[in-house]
């Protein structure tokens, strides 16, 4: 059926009868306020959705006290999508040392509090308690990295797949277009025939069932039961491990023994060719906030003019969470969707001739791809530990293409604000002169992380020789363009395998050169990835043991290291009791005793943390928090559909209460001595030679 795009998808039943809209056929619940731009997942998917003739309403940000916002457009045709948004909620409420967090880019106001912890399942339990037994699909990059067991930082424990904690019929992990349009096709189909939907099998998606769903003859990469990692947590790593080629590999099926049944994931869908990128990033989005707004909200105001040219990344870095939800194959869109999309935006009201960014997760891979075959590549990283003989990309048409983007009629300014990744730069040194002398705007965003060789190599980071080179050609380009400009260089303190020395060996680099740090995150481990496997398990991907520093006390006092003003002592009832425990942490740290530092703050009562998953359920969790002070946000993570992300660079710690998550987990700290390389998931090899972001609040639907 041809479907006439509105203006904003709808949010209210009122907005429905202006566009003729009787019903939904589709319901998208998200955690982030609804802002009509292709970074935000529910528009994209929204307005893909209403292409193919569906029609499709948004619910934002909705109260989790009551279903009565979930459920206030009515009940749709097919199915309801669900997602936490463009971050985990957890990682969007909480900082590296677990205090809460005052702000949130994605809500009006840029005030946290918005969403609930844990969006997805409470998101799914409001959905199922609103409209019973209809289809309930997970999406977004909270569902997609917590698909298998993995570890919860801000509970400190192991988690089952968020399928089984969230009770939805299937699981969009990855980008979301092409299983959710799969998915929308098959349920259409069902109700022509009255058939039972039968949702197994999409590409890029997962669900509970037995193992004999497997067709016949695929390749299956079998990961450790979700009770054997339990009983063993190193299994984490194989299982993590197993993960990230499941996506790379492509071809196979990857299944999981959970609670006596299996989780299964079909293969990921092949990556969307230039067309099918165009199309999507070609959609009448308005790039704003839906007009029931009464506030700004800081994403799309650090969003709007941004131009994405690509998905994917071949870095593979180990704390990125891009490698398992994107991919390492590049997508592209061509030059002259770009182009189109830049002259669109100059139409557009409040149009100033700026392009904040044309980029992607790396800026300079546009055009990327492998010369290989990916699908039999078993290296964890195109670039690490040198760039792949496979991996080819044409820099210098990028650069030309950012010529012809700032040549268009009504364009005065291009930058690039996304990152770039140096060592590949160094291959194209007209490029890089080009980048340097025309597009960098007088800052360069670089991400080095760190400059140890032993921490870089758990990263999978190039090495410190290849950013100093980088640097003296960034300096020499810079010189002979007569422009002041400086590196912008992204730090990660207390990363697994990191100590003391290391940082002291990266503070006095940087000393060395008269550089403050001003972008430095203490290592976060966000559900999924392989850093945060070795941070959970005390192992490197290989199995060696390696030193992680876990404590809060360790981690401040690294962090400090490059922040003086941030490595603080921690205080009596900020959460390092749990560090007090020999099992996980070992002996109680001076710091970690009770009276030294300042007095508690309001909120930070110890105890506090003590009931697990109180938000999970509607009804729960409900008091409107504290709106805290607006701020400019953190870096954008994508969700189904937007750039790349950069890893959280979190904040300095708060002043607020602990987290109300923390719990016992049934984690055992392994012993080293103990430590066994975990072993080989079934058809993958250990990468070799390398080790690799209120009510009463104002939105649509909540209208003064
Ligand atoms: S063969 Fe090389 S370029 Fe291709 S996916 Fe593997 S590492 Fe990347």
């Not at 504290?626 to 870096?635: A, L, M, V």
């Given at each position: 059926?041809?479907?006439?795009?509105?203006?904003?998808?709808?949010?209210?039943?009122?907005?429905?009868?202006?566009?003729?809209?009787?019903?939904?056929?589709?319901?998208?619940?998200?955690?982030?306020?609804?802002?009509?731009?292709?970074?935000?997942?529910?528009?994209?998917?929204?307005?893909?959705?209403?292409?193919?003739?569906?029609?499709?309403?948004?619910?934002?940000?909705?109260?989790?006290?009551?279903?009565?916002?979930?459920?206030?457009?009515?009940?749709?045709?097919?199915?309801?999508?669900?997602?936490?948004?463009?971050?985990?909620?957890?990682?969007?409420?909480?900082?590296?040392?677990?205090?809460?967090?005052?702000?949130?880019?994605?809500?009006?106001?840029?005030?946290?509090?918005?969403?609930?912890?844990?969006?997805?399942?409470?998101?799914?339990?409001?959905?199922?308690?609103?409209?019973?037994?209809?289809?309930?699909?997970?999406?977004?990059?909270?569902?997609?990295?917590?698909?298998?067991?993995?570890?919860?930082?801000?509970?400190?424990?192991?988690?089952?797949?968020?399928?089984?904690?969230?009770?939805?019929?299937?699981?969009?992990?990855?980008?979301?277009?092409?299983?959710?349009?799969?998915?929308?096709?098959?349920?259409?189909?069902?109700?022509?025939?009255?058939?039972?939907?039968?949702?197994?099998?999409?590409?890029?998606?997962?669900?509970?069932?037995?193992?004999?769903?497997?067709?016949?003859?695929?390749?299956?990469?079998?990961?450790?039961?979700?009770?054997?990692?339990?009983?063993?947590?190193?299994?984490?790593?194989?299982?993590?491990?197993?993960?990230?080629?499941?996506?790379?590999?492509?071809?196979?099926?990857?299944?999981?023994?959970?609670?006596?049944?299996?989780?299964?994931?079909?293969?990921?869908?092949?990556?969307?060719?230039?067309?099918?990128?165009?199309?999507?990033?070609?959609?009448?989005?308005?790039?704003?906030?839906?007009?029931?707004?009464?506030?700004?909200?800081?994403?799309?105001?650090?969003?709007?003019?941004?131009?994405?040219?690509?998905?994917?990344?071949?870095?593979?870095?180990?704390?990125?969470?891009?490698?398992?939800?994107?991919?390492?194959?590049?997508?592209?869109?061509?030059?002259?969707?770009?182009?189109?999309?830049?002259?669109?935006?100059?139409?557009?009201?409040?149009?100033?001739?700026?392009i904040s960014d044309v980029g992607g997760p790396s800026a300079n891979m546009w055009g990327a791809r492998c010369t290989l075959d990916p699908s039999r590549c078993t290296r964890a990283s195109c670039l690490f530990p040198a760039v792949c003989p496979g991996f080819r990309v044409d820099q210098s048409a990028g650069v030309e293409l950012l010529r012809e983007v700032a040549r268009q009629?009504?364009?005065?300014?291009?930058?690039?604000?996304?990152?770039?990744?140096?060592?590949?730069?160094?291959?194209?040194?007209?490029?890089?002169?080009?980048?340097?002398?025309?597009?960098?705007?007088?800052?360069?965003?670089?991400?080095?992380?760190?400059?140890?060789?032993?921490?870089?190599?758990?990263?999978?980071?190039?090495?410190?020789?290849?950013?100093?080179?980088?640097?003296?050609?960034?300096?020499?380009?810079?010189?002979?363009?007569?422009?002041?400009?400086?590196?912008?260089?992204?730090?990660?303190?207390?990363?697994?395998?990191?100590?003391?020395?290391?940082?002291?060996?990266?503070?006095?680099?940087?000393?060395?050169?008269?550089?403050?740090?001003?972008?430095?995150?203490?290592?976060?481990?966000?559900?999924?990835?392989?850093?945060?496997?070795?941070?959970?398990?005390?192992?490197?991907?290989?199995?060696?043991?390696?030193?992680?520093?876990?404590?809060?006390?360790?981690?401040?006092?690294?962090?400090?290291?490059?922040?003086?003003?941030?490595?603080?002592?921690?205080?009596r009832g900020q959460g390092p009791e749990r560090r007090d425990n020999p099992q996980q942490g070992g002996k109680p740290q001076r710091d970690e005793k009770p009276g030294h530092g300042r007095k508690p703050q309001r909120g930070e009562k110890p105890g506090h943390g003590g009931k697990p998953q109180r938000d999970e359920k509607p009804g729960h969790g409900a008091r409107p928090q504290?709106?805290?002070?607006?701020?400019?946000?953190?870096?954008?993570?994508?969700?189904?559909?937007?750039r790349g992300h950069k890893p959280d660079r979190g904040g300095k710690p708060g002043r607020e209460a602990r987290s109300p998550e923390r719990q016992p987990g049934p984690r055992r700290a392994p012993d080293p001595a103990k430590s066994q390389p975990p072993g080989r998931p079934s058809g993958t090899r250990t990468p070799s030679g390398q080790a690799r972001k209120n009510q009463g609040?104002?939105?649509?639907?909540?209208?003064?």
């Open positions: 059926m041809e479907l006439k795009q509105p203006a904003f998808l709808p949010t209210t039943r009122q907005e429905m009868r202006a566009l003729g809209w009787e019903a939904l056929d589709v319901l998208l619940v998200t955690g982030d306020a609804y802002v009509d731009h292709p970074s935000f997942g529910a528009a994209l998917l929204g307005r893909l959705l209403v292409a193919r003739g569906l029609r499709t309403g948004i619910v934002a940000q909705p109260r989790w006290t009551t279903p009565e916002d979930v459920s206030r457009m009515g009940r749709p045709r097919l199915f309801a999508g669900v997602t936490a948004g463009a971050l985990d909620s957890m990682l969007a409420h909480y900082t590296a040392f677990r205090k809460k967090r005052h702000d949130d880019a994605y809500t009006p106001g840029g005030r946290a509090g918005a969403r609930p912890n844990r969006a997805v399942i409470v998101y799914s339990n409001l959905v199922r308690q609103a409209f019973p037994g209809l289809v309930v699909i997970l999406g977004g990059i909270e569902a997609s990295l917590r698909r298998i067991t993995h570890y919860d930082f801000w509970s400190d424990s192991l988690r089952r797949p968020i399928l089984l904690d969230a009770k939805a019929d299937l699981l969009v992990w990855g980008m979301g277009e092409a299983p959710l349009i799969a998915v929308a096709r098959t349920m259409l189909q069902a109700e022509e025939s009255g058939m039972v939907p039968d949702l197994t099998g999409i590409p890029g998606t997962a669900w509970m069932g037995g193992p004999e769903q497997v067709p016949e003859g695929q390749a299956v990469l079998e990961l450790p039961s979700h009770e054997s990692i339990q009983q063993d947590p190193r299994l984490l790593m194989q299982a993590t491990l197993a993960s990230e080629h499941h996506v790379q590999r492509g071809d196979a099926w990857a299944v999981q023994p959970v609670s006596g049944r299996t989780l299964l994931l079909a293969p990921p869908p092949p990556p969307p060719t230039s067309r099918q990128l165009d199309e999507v990033f070609e959609l009448p989005f308005s790039r704003r906030a839906h007009p029931g707004y009464t506030e700004a909200i800081p994403a799309e105001e650090m969003m709007r003019w941004s131009v994405n040219t690509h998905r994917g990344c071949g870095g593979g870095c180990s704390f990125c969470s891009l490698a398992l939800h994107q991919g390492r194959r590049v997508a592209s869109r061509s030059r002259g969707s770009i182009l189109r999309e830049v002259r669109s935006l100059t139409r557009m009201p409040g149009w100033t001739g700026s009629e009504g364009v005065r300014h291009v930058r690039v604000a996304s990152g770039i990744r140096h060592d590949l730069a160094l291959q194209d040194p007209q490029a890089l002169k080009a980048l340097t002398m025309e597009f960098t705007g007088g800052q360069l965003k670089v991400a080095p992380e760190h400059l140890s060789e032993r921490v870089l190599r758990g990263m999978r980071k190039p090495a410190r020789e290849v950013f100093e080179r980088f640097l003296e050609e960034f300096r020499r380009h810079s010189q002979a363009a007569g422009k002041e400009q400086y590196v912008i260089p992204y730090l990660i303190s207390a990363f697994p395998g990191c100590t003391d020395q290391d940082m002291r060996e990266l503070a006095d680099w940087l000393r060395s050169r008269g550089w403050t740090p001003r972008q430095v995150q203490c290592f976060i481990p966000t559900p999924g990835t392989v850093a945060t496997a070795m941070y959970f398990t005390g192992l490197d991907p290989e199995g060696n043991p390696i030193h992680v520093a876990r404590s809060d006390a360790e981690r401040l006092r690294q962090h400090g290291i490059l922040c003086p003003e941030r490595g603080r002592k921690p205080v504290r709106p805290g002070r607006p701020t400019s946000g953190r870096e954008p993570m994508p969700d189904g559909a937007g609040r104002r939105g649509p639907g909540r209208r003064r």
